[in-house]
């Protein structure tokens, strides 16, 4: 999600031109700024440029937050695809080993017979 300085309290159309032609373009811009270089754009009085520093840096923290959240979800989805390969994987492995222990047992019922008829 993109951010643009429109998304910031107090700034509208006008005052993003006005910003941009004082080397203001992005919400980064404005929040590593200063009181003193943003009080010289018209229209932004020194309350104003205080305002706009503290809202720029909120919006960009927000943005952290939201890409942190993100990257924590993924970690956590994959962590359980993970989980979900090696439990598949390990019910595939006992299916074998169940069917491998039923031929076995067959074989044993066989022989069993076997020798039992063999004995009469």
């Known amino acids: 999600m993109t951010q643009t300085v429109l998304d910031i ?3 509208g159309p006008a005052m993003q031109i006005v910003l941009a032609k ?3 373009v992005s919400v980064a811009d404005l929040a590593n700024s ?5 009080i010289v754009t018209p229209g932004i009085s020194e309350i104003k440029a205080k305002q706009v520093i503290v809202d720029a840096a909120k919006l ?10 993100t990257k924590t979800t993924t970690k956590a989805k994959n962590k359980t695809k993970k989980t979900n390969k090696k439990t598949n994987k390990k019910a595939k492995q006992d299916k074998i080993k169940d ?4 031929k076995d047992k067959k074989k044993n019922k066989q022989k ?3 020798s039992k008829k ?3």
Do not use: C, P, Q, W
């Open 60 to 69: 960009i923290a927000s943005l952290l937050s939201a890409v942190k959240s």
């Open 112 to 114: 069993s017979k076997k």
């Open 118 to 120: 063999e004995s009469k």
């Open 22 to 24: 004082h080397g203001f």
């Open 34 to 38: 200063t009181v003193d270089k943003l």
């Open 99 to 102: 069917k491998k222990g039923n």
């Open 9 to 11: 309290r107090g700034i």
